[in-house]
């Protein structure tokens, strides 16, 4: 299985990126996809997770300005970024588990695929 993001990159703050993750095989198969980041220095945290059959997850600091989405189609996950801020400067990876997103809050040292991350840089 392979995952691989694009669309990250330096923006302004207030600005928007959108992030995308294109699978290798079906999404489908995942029971649920999100996204992560790391800032320079920091612990890796959970951003959005999406599932077909739980809540979609958002972390406290991205609500109402992150949103995550997915193309079945397209074997793709998106996750849409506005009103960026200096703080969500981060390497941002997206992930899949087969199993689910309480799976993925608990702990992200079990996930079946990672991608190899893209970085968004937001300047103040």
């Known amino acids: 299985v392979q995952l691989v993001e694009s669309g990250g990159g330096l923006v302004q703050a207030g600005g928007s990126l959108r992030l995308s993750c294109a699978a290798s095989?079906?999404?489908?198969?995942?029971?649920?996809m999100g996204w992560y980041r790391q800032p320079p220095g920091k612990e890796r945290e959970l951003v959005a997770a999406?599932?077909?059959?739980?809540?979609?997850y958002y972390a406290d600091a991205v609500k109402g300005r992150f949103t995550i989405s997915r193309d079945n189609a397209k074997n793709t996950l998106y996750l849409q970024m506005n009103s960026l801020k200096p703080d969500d400067t981060a390497m941002y990876y997206c992930?899949?588990?087969?199993?689910?997103?309480?799976?993925?809050?608990?702990?992200?040292?079990?996930?079946?695929?990672w991608g190899q991350g893209t970085l968004v840089t937001v300047s103040s």
């Open positions: 999406d599932s077909s059959v739980e809540s979609t």
């Open positions: 095989v079906n999404i489908f198969s995942f029971g649920a």
């Open positions: 992930a899949g588990t087969y199993s689910t997103i309480a799976a993925m809050r608990a702990a992200d040292n079990t996930l079946d695929a």
